[in-house]
Nanobody, 128 residues
Framework: VQLQASGGGLVQAGGSLRLSCAAP????????MGWIRQAPGKERDVVAA????????YYLPGVKGRFTVSRDNAKNTVYLQMNSLKPEDTAAYHC??????????????????????WGQGTLVTVSS
């Protein structure tokens, strides 16, 4: 699965950005999707994730209430709406996918190592 993320940029603290990730292919509705960020010198964090069915989501505690993950299976696209951005949100944001089967199609959270395909990162810079 080739993933293409877009939507990053420079924004002032308190601003908003919307990231998009296209995943062409017929199997999109069977993929668990995640947004993982990595800042220089820091570990990767799963910021938000959404189950293949779209019914279940996961958020890193520090972004809950500010970020919203969603998916449009008809467009093979997953989104990350980021509001009230803070300087500590500055990082490269990657989208990633993991195939699921019937027994885990409602599973939202996976660790970074569980994801199989990754898109190139899109840089988000939040100035204070």
């Amino acid at each position: 699965v080739q993933l293409q993320a877009s939507g990053g940029g420079l924004v002032q603290a308190g601003g908003s950005l919307r990231l998009s990730c296209a995943a062409p292919g017929r199997a999109f509705s069977t993929l668990g999707m995640g947004w993982i960020r990595q800042a220089p010198g820091k570990e990767r964090d799963v910021v938000a994730a959404i189950s293949a069915t779209g019914e279940y989501t996961y958020y890193l505690p520090g972004v809950k209430g500010r970020f919203t993950v969603s998916r449009d299976n008809a467009k093979n696209t997953v989104y990350l709406q980021m509001n009230s951005l803070k300087p500590e949100d500055t990082a490269a944001y990657h989208c990633a996918s993991r195939p699921t089967a019937s027994y885990n199609r409602d599973h939202a959270y996976f660790t970074p190592d569980d994801y199989v395909d990754w898109g190139q990162g899109t840089l988000v810079t939040v100035s204070s």
